[in-house]
């Protein structure tokens, strides 16, 4: 399989409410020379049902892998879950036979079966191992030094470390060096490995904001003009969320919360309308002046 | 201080016997990622590292493991409190035994739902899937927007094959009778 081109899985959040993720993730690629395919008749990945009934989340998420499978193309997701999920069923259903077995069971109701044919990964991934640092860094035109700005890995693309293998869950870097490659400063801050609170929102909407106002907490006061993230969940909860979470609270922050690709789009001196920056909720026009 | 060494020891008391399933740690170690239920030692290490019970005084991922290897079955299933946990894996990665504590969560959550408890929103994903293909419903206005926007058209899903797997994995049945 080329490793320049990916079946982009989009998930269910980027289409229903983070479209700005999805617009500058295909711009920023397009840059990048990668092309990525649009799968058919894909379905959720299958996280939000693992909680429910574990065999439901293994066959939607099998059905997923199979498609991929048929197109020959390996996948490429932009959310955090997506990838948990769709990774870690692809390793268990190619290592377990039992596994296997029972959820080719099932996939063989609607004529399906999985061949373990495929591999999962996610945008930063596909970035920092497949494109890699030295050609990121011949698209940056504008290089972002005036930005210091904080990043925010979120869970799911480093834990757990037994099914997904890369970077170090408890000192994630590289979303820190890409970061560096658009020529923008990287700030450490406190609790970084610490959950955005995302899973639990609809659950128990006071801790899920606490743990998202704690993050914005610790950011401001270590002097970050913005976050940086890589997953439309985590998004949600700074971005979205973040007037909410100011409402609550009787605190103002004001952190623009950015798309990665939104980032080094705007390294590579793509227009800021074209990175869907306006569709942020929080206004990120102080960001951009600066530049 | 008598009284409280008296109130302490009527609450340790509070467990009884017949409250106890033997075969319940039996019975989650079967689920695939619950295997090592026994091995916890009870060191806390989990709850230390906890996100979640950095702000909630109930959710505490030791309690819930040890609950789990006394079989007190009825317990765990009737609260709320297994559903606090966001899967952020910390437990995972932390425990010195490896016990997957976050995939025995799973397990309870799993069977709460069989018994046909869960809440309301994790009903709404379900329904959504099943409707749609996503987990959310998404309004045509915003399927618009994105051909506005010069992004592909959103492929439909599979709906006859999502029943399917509904039917046959046996959660439209529970989806049925459960209550929120």
Redesign the interface.
């Given at each position: 399989m080329p490793e320049s081109k990916y079946l982009l899985f989009?998930g269910?959040?980027i289409?229903?409410?983070i479209?700005s993720y999805?617009?500058s993730a295909?711009k920023v690629f397009d840059k990048l020379g990668v092309e990525l395919v649009?799968?058919?008749?894909?379905?959720?990945c299958g996280f939000?049902?693992?909680?429910?009934?574990?065999?439901?989340m293994l066959?939607?998420a099998a059905?997923n892998l199979c498609l991929a499978e048929q197109q020959k193309i390996n996948i490429m997701t932009l959310c955090n879950g997506c990838f948990s999920i769709l990774n870690q069923v692809n390793k268990?259903l190619k290592e377990?036979k039992k596994?296997r077995e029972k959820v080719n069971g099932?996939l063989k109701?609607?004529g399906?079966e999985f061949k373990g044919t495929t591999t999962v990964k996610h945008l930063i991934h596909v970035l920092a191992q497949d494109v890699g640092f030295e050609k990121i860094k011949n698209t940056v035109k504008n290089p972002l030094s005036q930005l210091q700005v904080a990043q925010f890995s979120g869970?799911?693309v480093v834990?757990?470390?037994?099914h997904v293998g890369f970077d170090d869950?408890e000192n994630p870097k590289t979303l820190k060096n890409l970061i560096r490659v658009t020529g923008a400063k990287c700030l450490d801050y406190m609790e970084e490995?610490?959950?955005c609170?995302?899973?639990?929102i609809?659950?128990?909407d006071k801790?899920?904001l606490?743990?998202a106002r704690e993050k914005l907490d610790h950011i401001r006061a270590v002097g970050a003009q913005a976050m940086i993230t890589i997953c439309p969940f985590c998004h949600m909860m700074f971005d979205l969320n973040q007037p909410r979470i100011e409402r609550a609270f009787n605190e103002k922050f004001s952190i623009p919360a950015l798309h990665y690709p939104q980032l080094l789009g705007l390294a590579m001196g793509i227009n800021p309308e074209e990175l869907?920056l306006k569709d942020l909720r929080v206004d990120a026009s102080k960001l951009l002046s600066l530049l | 201080m008598e009284k409280t060494q008296s109130k302490e020891i009527k609450q340790r008391a509070i467990i009884k016997s017949s409250e106890m399933d033997p075969r319940f740690k039996y019975e989650i170690s079967k689920i695939p990622g619950a295997e090592k239920i026994m091995l916890c030692f009870q060191c806390g290490t989990c709850t230390a590292d906890c996100p979640i019970a950095r702000f909630n005084d109930f959710y505490r991922p030791r309690k819930l493991i040890r609950m789990t290897q006394l079989g007190l079955k009825d317990r765990l299933l009737s609260n709320d409190v297994i559903w606090l946990c966001s899967t952020c894996f910390t437990c995972v990665d932390h425990c010195p035994q490896d016990v997957g504590i976050a995939n025995i969560v799973r397990a309870l959550r799993n069977l709460t739902v069989k018994g046909g408890r869960m809440p309301v929103v994790y009903k709404d994903l379900a329904s959504n899937i099943l409707k749609t293909g996503y987990a959310y419903v998404i309004p045509d206005l915003r399927l618009k927007r994105r051909e506005e926007k010069g992004l592909p058209k959103l492929p439909k899903a599979n709906l006859e094959s999502i029943a399917k797997l509904f039917d046959i994995t046996g959660l439209s049945k529970t989806l049925e009778k459960v209550r929120t």
């Open positions: 989009l269910c959040i289409p229903y409410r479209s999805e617009i295909r649009d799968i058919p008749e894909f379905n959720c939000p049902l693992d909680p429910v009934n574990h065999d439901v066959t939607l059905r268990e377990d596994i099932y109701e609607i399906m869970c799911h834990r757990p470390a037994k869950p490995t610490e959950c609170g995302a899973p639990i609809g659950v128990d801790i899920s606490q743990l869907a | -």
